[in-house]
Protein backbone atom coordinates (compact mmCIF):
# COMPACT_ATOMS: atom_id res chain seq x y z
CA UNK A 1 0.00 0.00 0.00
CA UNK A 2 1.63 3.19 -0.75
CA UNK A 3 0.51 6.20 0.84
CA UNK A 4 2.86 8.77 -0.89
CA UNK A 5 2.86 9.25 -4.45
CA UNK A 6 5.70 12.02 -5.71
CA UNK A 7 5.81 14.28 -9.06
CA UNK A 8 7.31 16.69 -11.13
CA UNK A 9 10.38 15.36 -11.92
CA UNK A 10 11.82 15.87 -15.34
CA UNK A 11 14.78 16.88 -17.80
CA UNK A 12 16.25 20.20 -17.40
CA UNK A 13 19.39 22.02 -17.82
CA UNK A 14 21.88 22.78 -15.76
CA UNK A 15 20.67 26.43 -13.66
CA UNK A 16 17.32 25.24 -14.27
CA UNK A 17 14.80 24.80 -11.26
CA UNK A 18 12.10 22.21 -10.93
CA UNK A 19 9.76 21.67 -8.41
CA UNK A 20 8.62 18.20 -7.01
CA UNK A 21 5.10 17.08 -5.20
CA UNK A 22 4.69 14.51 -2.50
CA UNK A 23 0.34 13.98 -1.82
CA UNK A 24 -0.83 11.88 0.66
CA UNK A 25 -3.40 9.21 -0.12
CA UNK A 26 -5.05 7.46 2.46
CA UNK A 27 -3.30 9.28 4.97
CA UNK A 28 -3.59 13.04 6.88
CA UNK A 29 -0.62 15.03 7.15
CA UNK A 30 -1.73 14.59 10.37
CA UNK A 31 -0.83 11.44 11.05
CA UNK A 32 2.77 11.88 10.24
CA UNK A 33 5.37 13.56 12.71
CA UNK A 34 7.77 13.86 10.58
CA UNK A 35 8.13 13.87 6.62
CA UNK A 36 11.05 14.47 4.38
CA UNK A 37 13.30 13.95 0.40
CA UNK A 38 15.48 11.46 0.09
CA UNK A 39 17.35 10.90 -3.30
CA UNK A 40 19.24 8.27 -5.05
CA UNK A 41 21.83 8.30 -7.98
CA UNK A 42 22.29 4.98 -9.72
CA UNK A 43 25.02 2.60 -8.01
CA UNK A 44 24.99 5.27 -4.73
CA UNK A 45 23.19 4.50 -1.53
CA UNK A 46 20.04 6.58 -0.96
CA UNK A 47 20.51 9.90 1.13
CA UNK A 48 19.26 12.52 2.90
CA UNK A 49 17.87 15.64 1.04
CA UNK A 50 15.63 18.12 3.49
CA UNK A 51 12.62 17.12 6.14
CA UNK A 52 10.42 18.74 8.41
CA UNK A 53 9.90 17.62 12.26
CA UNK A 54 7.38 19.64 14.44
CA UNK A 55 8.00 23.27 13.35
CA UNK A 56 11.54 22.97 12.37
CA UNK A 57 13.13 22.21 9.04
CA UNK A 58 16.28 20.62 7.85
CA UNK A 59 18.56 20.45 5.09
CA UNK A 60 21.77 18.66 4.28
CA UNK A 61 25.00 20.27 3.41
CA UNK A 62 24.70 19.91 -0.03
CA UNK A 63 21.74 21.81 -0.83
CA UNK A 64 23.22 25.15 -0.71
CA UNK A 65 20.26 27.37 0.10
CA UNK A 66 19.14 25.54 -3.52
CA UNK A 67 16.39 23.68 -2.20
CA UNK A 68 13.32 24.18 -0.31
CA UNK A 69 10.73 21.92 1.60
CA UNK A 70 7.38 23.21 2.48
CA UNK A 71 4.27 21.58 3.03
CA UNK A 72 0.49 22.52 2.16
CA UNK A 73 -1.67 20.73 4.66
CA UNK A 74 -4.97 21.33 3.55
CA UNK A 75 -4.08 19.72 0.27
CA UNK A 76 -2.03 16.77 1.91
CA UNK A 77 0.99 18.05 -0.28
CA UNK A 78 4.54 18.36 0.50
CA UNK A 79 7.17 20.27 -2.02
CA UNK A 80 10.78 20.43 -2.79
CA UNK A 81 11.57 23.76 -4.89
CA UNK A 82 14.56 23.24 -6.37
CA UNK A 83 16.69 25.92 -7.85
CA UNK A 84 20.17 26.48 -9.73
CA UNK A 85 20.34 22.55 -11.00
CA UNK A 86 23.43 21.01 -11.19
CA UNK A 87 23.91 17.52 -13.13
CA UNK A 88 25.34 15.83 -9.72
CA UNK A 89 21.53 16.40 -8.36
CA UNK A 90 20.71 13.69 -11.05
CA UNK A 91 18.72 11.24 -8.77
CA UNK A 92 16.00 9.47 -8.50
CA UNK A 93 13.83 11.51 -5.60
CA UNK A 94 11.93 10.10 -2.77
CA UNK A 95 8.91 11.47 -0.87
CA UNK A 96 9.34 10.32 2.84
CA UNK A 97 7.27 10.11 6.04
CA UNK A 98 7.03 8.68 9.39
CA UNK A 99 4.26 8.85 12.35
CA UNK A 100 7.03 8.57 15.10
CA UNK A 101 9.91 11.48 15.81
CA UNK A 102 13.35 9.65 14.90
CA UNK A 103 16.77 10.62 13.32
CA UNK A 104 15.71 12.95 10.10
CA UNK A 105 18.97 11.91 8.22
CA UNK A 106 18.25 7.96 8.67
CA UNK A 107 16.46 5.96 5.91
CA UNK A 108 15.48 3.51 8.54
CA UNK A 109 13.61 6.35 10.54
CA UNK A 110 10.60 6.55 7.94
CA UNK A 111 8.16 3.83 7.26
CA UNK A 112 6.20 5.37 4.25
CA UNK A 113 7.83 6.13 0.95
CA UNK A 114 6.43 7.37 -2.36
CA UNK A 115 7.75 5.47 -5.53
CA UNK A 116 10.01 8.15 -6.25
CA UNK A 117 10.17 10.65 -9.50
CA UNK A 118 13.31 10.67 -11.92
CA UNK A 119 15.45 13.97 -11.93
CA UNK A 120 17.76 14.55 -14.70
CA UNK A 121 19.71 17.80 -14.81
CA UNK A 122 21.74 17.86 -18.18
CA UNK A 123 25.28 20.57 -18.91
Known amino acids: QVHLVESGGGLVQAGGSLRLSCAAS?????????MGWFRQAPGKEREFVAA??????YYEDFVEGRFTISRDNAKNTMYLQMNTLEPEDTAIYYC?????????????????WGQGTQVTVSS
Open 96 to 112: AASRGWGVISRVNAYED
Open 26 to 34: GRTFSSYAM
Open 52 to 57: LRGSNV
